[in-house]
């Protein structure tokens, strides 16, 4: 059974760079045709995608934040992650990492996922 947890600091001071962690439990995010990626919900908000990262390396990113996001991923730990520069209070909520596989359509995927972490609060205040 694949399991994700995300890890990162709670408090981000603003203009500073958050970066959140995933690991991965049970699978591989090598796996073929796997498709990994970060999500947020902000206070009172719907669910926001942030960006994918496939099982070969490559990523795709919303264009609404993509000058500000980098995902990436360290294969030796099974892990993924998630840098966002220059952050806001505006980027304080619950960041969730999400995984699902496989998928054939390519890295640009946002839409149902098979698995979830269980979220982490990030709050962006001096």
């Known amino acids: 059974q694949v399991q994700l947890q995300e890890s990162g600091p709670g408090l981000v001071k603003p203009s500073q760079t958050l970066s959140l962690t995933c690991t991965v439990s049970?699978?591989?995010?090598?796996?073929?045709?796997?498709?990994w990626s970060w999500i947020r919900q902000p206070p009172g908000k719907g669910l926001e995608w942030r960006g994918t990262?496939?099982?070969?390396?490559?990523?795709y990113y919303s264009p609404t934040l993509k000058s500000r996001t980098s995902i990436s991923r360290d294969t030796s730990k099974n892990q993924f992650f998630l840098q966002l520069s220059s952050v806001t209070p505006e980027d304080t909520a619950v960041y969730y990492c999400?995984?699902?596989?496989?998928?054939?359509?390519?890295?640009?995927?946002?839409?149902?996922?098979?698995?979830w972490g269980q979220g982490t609060q990030v709050t962006v205040s001096s």
């Open positions: 999400a995984g699902r596989g496989p998928y054939y359509g390519g890295v640009a995927y946002w839409g149902g996922y098979d698995y």
């Open positions: 990262i496939g099982y070969d390396g490559s990523t």
């Open positions: 049970g699978g591989s995010i090598t796996s073929r045709y796997y498709v």
